[in-house]
């Protein structure tokens, strides 16, 4: 055999090593941060009805809530199939906590616009939105230092 054709042989072999898929995400590493995410829109989707709130927040509860559901179910989907969890994904969560902590500013409350009360409905967005907000932005940090970590598979 030529000197050719081993090196041939072996930049094919290596072409074929460098094709093979990457497991990004084996051990699906934030499958329990997508599941608190989606937990936490339910909540805020029977907070909606349960507590009451005047109609903006009641809207923007029940609209935040559905999010927090299919964008939780969307990335538990990727990371239950080892795929990464979305970094846009998590980044939107992260701003949608933050917009529940605004809300009772906002949209004030029963005494007037933007006259806030503290009560129940008040804590409950601002606990939630801090607790959402912490849950996306790990969510995006996570997966962006494993896509950097991880190089990608050459196709």
Do not use: C
């Amino acid at each position: 055999m030529s000197d050719s054709e081993v090196y041939d042989q072996q930049e094919h072999r290596e072409d074929d090593h460098d094709r093979r898929e990457v497991d990004t995400n084996p051990t699906e590493a934030g499958k329990w941060v997508s599941v608190v995410v989606a937990l936490l829109g339910l909540w805020m989707l029977a907070e909606s009805f349960v507590l009451n709130p005047i109609a903006g927040n009641f809207w923007s509860d029940l609209i935040v809530g559905a999010a927090l559901v299919v964008l939780g179910g969307y990335n538990y989907y990727r990371r239950a199939n080892e795929q990464l969890g979305s970094v846009a994904v998590g980044a939107f969560v992260a701003l949608l906590g933050l917009w529940l902590i605004a809300t009772p500013f906002v949209f004030g409350s029963t005494e007037g616009f933007a006259a806030v009360e503290l009560d129940i409905e008040f804590w409950n967005d601002i606990v939630v939105g801090l607790l959402v907000f912490v849950l996306g932005a790990y969510s995006a940090y996570e997966a962006r230092e494993t896509d950097v970590a991880t190089p990608a598979a050459q196709t």
